[in-house]
């Protein structure tokens, strides 16, 4: 099983980026997916998170209005559009798979997990 992300880059603030993820291997449109994030010194954190059928979202508070994750489980992949980029999102973003509904924040409750893309932003 390989999840490959890309979309990473440098932007200048109020910039955008879309991240995507592609499953292989295994297909994941029975799992929630979702995103985190992990700067530098600091830990690993929950972005955002999708259901099975996309019925239930959620993001951290520090991106919503700003991040839009969505998925195509025909394609086995799924995505975060990150608008209005701020310096503070700088990081490594990496997709992930596997958890449910009520684990979806939780980055213990995902079993799969891509090697990451770097998001840089200049201020």
């Known amino acids: 099983v390989q999840l490959v992300e890309s979309g990473g880059g440098w932007v200048q603030t109020g910039g955008s980026l879309r991240l995507s993820c592609v499953a292989s291997?295994?297909?994941?449109?029975?799992?929630?997916v979702g995103w985190f994030r992990e700067a530098p010194r600091k830990e690993r954190e929950f972005v955002a998170a999708i259901s099975r059928s996309g019925s239930e979202i959620t993001y951290t508070d520090p991106v919503k209005g700003r991040f839009t994750i969505s998925r195509d489980n025909a394609k086995n992949t799924w995505y975060l559009q990150l608008n209005s980029l701020k310096p503070e999102d700088a990081a490594v973003y990496y997709c992930?798979?596997?958890?449910?509904?009520?684990?979806?924040?939780?980055?213990?409750?995902?079993?799969?997990w891509g090697q990451g893309t770097q998001v840089t932003v200049s201020s």
């Open positions: 992930a798979a596997g958890a449910n509904v009520r684990t979806m924040t939780r980055d213990t409750a995902y079993g799969y």
């Open positions: 291997g295994r297909t994941f449109s029975s799992s929630v």
